[in-house]
Nanobody, 121 residues
Framework: QVQLVESGGGLVQPGGSLRLSCVASGYIFNINYMRWFRQAPGKERELVAAISRIGSINYADSVKGRFTISRDSAKSTVYLQMNSLKPEDTAVYYC???????????????WGQGTQVTVSS
């Protein structure tokens, strides 16, 4: 069964840091983009950061300079290092990735179950 599992969320004070991880498991032929989204209460889900298979990266303006996305392709894992956290970063963070399950199939997008990040004093 192909799935994405996030970890690393929690409660942190403003100005603090957290590192989220998301591991892909199951038989996967290829992974293209891996992304982090977040959804705060009462708000729509938004893209936070994305990284392609060849390392192209983009960030939401609200996190530029504070968050860093990276991936370890050998471990099928994507990370989100979050520094200088603000209360407005509080949200459920979701991992998302485009999987190709065989050489003859198209890419399909999968989602993780989410991990809560709360920034509060």
């Amino acid at each position: 069964q192909v799935q994405l599992v996030e970890s690393g969320g929690g409660l942190v004070q403003p100005g603090g840091s957290l590192r989220l991880s998301c591991v892909a498991s199951g038989y996967i032929f290829n992974i293209n983009y891996m992304r982090w989204f977040r959804q705060a209460p009462g708000k729509e889900r938004e893209l936070v950061a994305a990284i392609s298979r060849i390392g192209s990266i983009n960030y939401a303006d609200s996190v530029k300079g504070r968050f860093t996305i990276s991936r370890d392709s050998a471990k099928s894992t994507v990370y989100l290092q979050m520094n200088s956290l603000k209360p407005e970063d509080t949200a459920v963070y979701y991992c998302n990735a485009d999987f190709q399950l065989s050489a003859t199939t198209s890419y399909v997008t999968y989602w993780g179950q989410g991990t809560q990040v709360t920034v509060s004093s």
